[in-house]
Nanobody
Framework: QVQLVESGGGLVQAGGSLRLSCAAS????????MGWYRQASGKERETIAI???????WYATSVKGRFTASRNHVENTVILQMDGLIAEDTAVYYC?????????WGQGTQVTVSS
């Protein structure tokens, strides 16, 4: 019903920046929340940033002050601007959206931070 396509992952040095982009298509009229999750190898998937339908936002403590999620409610896109990257940010990052029925996931994009 909803499809999510991500782009922007890559390899960066510690202290660098990346911008991830996600575009939703399909039955976009019903989307409520959009945001980002990440999953490091061998660990559980964790919520990073959510922009709700009422335009309020939430950030994980681990990224607050370094990452910024920006959502365009007309284009049904959400961007994750990542600054001050550290090794602990290395993970596969997933775009997320939900509607009244269920949640939806993008395919994931790899972010690797090295020094």
């Amino acid at each position: 019903q909803v499809q999510l396509v991500e782009s922007g992952g890559g390899l960066v040095q510690a202290g660098g920046s990346l911008r991830l982009s996600c575009a939703a298509s399909g039955t976009v009229e019903g989307i409520n929340d959009m945001g980002w999750y990440r999953q490091a190898s061998g660990k559980e998937r964790e919520t990073i940033a959510i922009v709700r339908g009422d335009r309020s936002s939430w950030y994980a403590t681990s990224v607050k002050g370094r990452f910024t999620a920006s959502r365009n409610h007309v284009e049904n896109t959400v961007i994750l601007q990542m600054d001050g990257l550290i090794a602990e940010d290395t993970a596969v990052y997933y775009c997320y959206a939900n509607d009244w029925r269920r949640g939806y996931w993008g395919q994931g994009t790899q972010v690797t931070v090295s020094s």
